[in-house]
């Protein structure tokens, strides 16, 4: 078999480190064909992760380049693009990395059992999280559905070190066709926004390393207060690498912790963060609802409302509320969000709007670089309150109250807010460059009154969640 190809499947696994898989086909020594598949599941993507997963694509080909490799890039059924490709190169295997959320299990488990009826030899692989989900455990033996039980069984986790990166693939005689990226358009539907948001984009596996290495150096020391002051740049921001595989969780994970022993104690809230994202995969894979509709499920007569005029003004982050406003037109120039301006934002649209939160998740799906199915769930049903969350009753973040305690300065909402402040940012401008023109906003308008006033917001949340 030596001489037999294996086709190694690349989806959200874009780097050499510490990839289990290509570690595994590459200490074969037969020829590795990577591939790339643009199938259904992309095709979902909204604009920003379609497009950034394709500046990804784009990069990994050229470090595949490197090592004596490429990547072949197809589009189609996964299942139809794999049989061409065995028939055309004669390999006698497929690997690939997992995936977790119910759509990527439904179509991988669709493909192995074919591919297996095909007389194939197909692999799965780890790699896209800490631990497997179904390897963690309550004491009697059912998965955690509530997180810090969860970090405390896996805090002590005895991990192995992180694999050296792959320096060669060998190539088959012969490479197959590959698609021309440009042709499949990923960018498309970010329209004009993606000239303003390329500028915030940190692509490939290098940038991620130094973008955790310089964390760790400079930014992990402060990181319990920092990481809440949107003004300030205090965060690890490696959830855009993580979610395309740039990093492994793994690397990360192990200099937290090396961190900490370093007498960083701030180190161990990064660690939870890791964590945070591990529940967010447990849940999705033992509990797949959580994707698509209200994890409790006493939460499906919840007097939601719908998408509408209101809602869009939401999107345009001109609720009038300026520290949502703030964040949302932060979402736009940058393609991301400051953690806590998610929760504000989230909490406002589903307590204060009373709007449904699968609203506002597909939004976020739509507009958000980083975007993560499991985490991107968890965190739309936690702020709203249908999700994974003891006391969610209580949590009607105040947007005021949050400005005042997380943005006194009010640095942040005039970097992003043209109508409010003088010395406002290039970035206030930015937004007007990147939102789309249907909307018909000018930098020359004025700022909203509050479309749901705190109070009448609050109380009217309160008293639904009452009558519930």
Sequence with gaps: MNGVPII??????????????????????????????????????????????????????????????????RRGSALDVLRDLVSQTGAGAVHWTRAYDPAAIARDAD?????????????????HLLFEPWSVETKTGGFY???????????????DPALLPVTHLQAP???????????????????????IVAKHVCVGEQAAQNRLEMFIENKVVDYSVARDI?????TSRLS??????????????HAGWQALRNGKADAEIFLKELVWREFAYHLAYHTP?????????????????????????WKQGRTGIQLVDAAMREMYVTGTMHNRGRMIVASYLTKHMMTHWQVGLDWFEDCLIDWDPASNAMGWQWAAGSG??????????????????????????????????DDYGQEAQNYYRAIPRSWGLSAKDDYPSPLVALDIGRQRALDAYKNR
């Excluded at 696994?13 to 259904?40: C, E, K, N, Y």
């Excluded at 499920?297 to 919840?302: A, L, P, S, T, Y």
């Design 145 to 159: 559905k509530v997180f810090t039980p969860m970090w405390k069984a896996v805090r002590g986790s005895d991990l």
């Design 111 to 127: 493909v192995k059992a074919s591919l297996k009826t095909d007389g194939l030899d197909v692999v799965s692989h780890t790699g």
């Design 230 to 234: 949107p003004s300030v740049d205090g």
């Design 240 to 253: 855009e690498n993580l979610t395309y595989g740039e990093i492994s969780p793994r690397s990360c994970w």
């Design 8 to 73: 190694y499947w690349i989806r959200r696994d874009l780097r050499l480190s510490d990839h289990p898989g290509l570690t595994a086909v590459a200490a074969t020594g037969r020829p590795i064909i990577p591939v790339f598949i643009h199938d259904d599941l992309v095709a979902t993507h909204g604009a920003a992760p379609k497009w950034r997963l394709g500046l990804g694509v784009k990069h990994f080909n050229k470090v595949l380049d490197g090592i004596g490799s490429r990547l072949i890039l």
């Design 289 to 313: 609802r959580i994707i698509s509709q209200n994890w409790r499920e006493e939460w499906d007569g919840f007097p939601w409302q719908g998408d509408g005029d209101q809602t869009l003004r």
């Design 173 to 195: 005689d012969q490479w197959p066709a590959s698609d021309d990226i440009k042709a499949w358009k990923m960018g498309a539907a970010m329209q004009r926004g993606a000239d």
């Design 388 to 421: 994974p969350d003891a006391a969610p009753y209580f949590r009607i973040f105040n947007p005021d109250t949050q400005a005042e305690k997380f943005d006194k300065s009010k640095s942040y909402r005039a970097k992003f807010i043209k109508e409010l402040f």
